[in-house]
């Protein structure tokens, strides 16, 4: 089994919400990740964790704040996040981080108002 | 600096022909992964081949098969007897070593289009 399951499918929120955005996989990977693609463009890395511990951070903005609370699950912390912040949203996992084969979830379509 | 580059932005192929996808890598690092994925219109990124930098024979995963040459820093992507369910978005893409974690890059995308 290589699933791995993002939460909400789809977002809408405006500049002043909160939201969140959820992350699971139980096959035992130890590095997970979060990706950001615009449309027609290949994803773009955002963060890593390793063994629960952010270990990537490609400069993203603070008003993501992303989060590992256990192995099996990462969240993405969204807040006053601008309109060119819409994006599909991408999770991926993978069994230790190195140069193993990444899993990617389905992905989450954000649209910031 | 690594870099992936896929120099078609489209291709057409007939149905249950064969179609193979071009990717050229550049990279310093002796150790270093390849990867092909799919990604149809629905968003989710498939993976579907890895070939190893020290793998002495090209990868193959049913109807795919990943054509190798360390030389030439290529790694093609060969698509056997095609299906309407490939057209999809194909991105190939290197691990290479970012620090505590390998970091995976991607190239631009193929489109391809399965015609019947």
């Known amino acids: 089994d290589t699933e791995v399951t993002q939460t909400p499918k789809h977002l809408v929120m405006g500049m002043t919400n909160k939201k969140s955005l959820k992350c699971e996989q139980h096959m035992g990977h130890r590095a997970m990740y979060w990706y950001k693609q615009k449309a027609k463009k290949p994803p773009e890395l955002m963060f890593v964790y390793s063994y629960e511990k952010l270990s990537i951070n490609e400069s993203v903005p603070s008003r993501f704040s992303p989060e590992c609370p256990n192995s099996s699950l990462l969240n993405l912390h969204l807040h006053a996040l601008q309109p060119e912040d819409s994006a599909l949203y991408l999770c991926?996992?993978?069994?230790?981080?190195?140069?193993?084969?990444?899993?990617f979830g389905p992905g989450t379509r954000l649209t910031v108002l | 600096a690594q870099k992936i580059t896929q120099t078609q932005p489209g291709m057409f192929v007939q149905e249950k022909e064969a179609v193979t996808l071009d990717c050229t890598y550049d990279?310093?690092?002796?150790?270093?992964?390849l990867f092909w994925y799919k990604q149809p219109s629905s968003g989710e990124m498939i993976f579907l081949i890895y070939q190893g930098s020290y793998d002495q024979q090209n990868a193959t995963e049913g109807r795919y098969s990943l054509n190798f040459q360390k030389a030439r820093k290529s790694a093609n992507l060969v698509i056997s007897a095609s299906q309407l369910g490939d057209s999809a978005m194909y991105f190939c893409?290197?691990?290479?070593?970012?620090?505590?974690?390998?970091?995976?890059?991607f190239g631009t995308g193929t489109l391809l289009a399965v015609q019947p």
């Open positions: 991926a996992s993978s069994l230790t981080g190195r140069l193993d084969t990444q899993y």
């Open positions: 990279t310093s690092d002796p150790s270093y992964g």
């Open positions: 893409a290197m691990s290479h070593y970012g620090g505590a974690t390998n970091k995976l890059i």
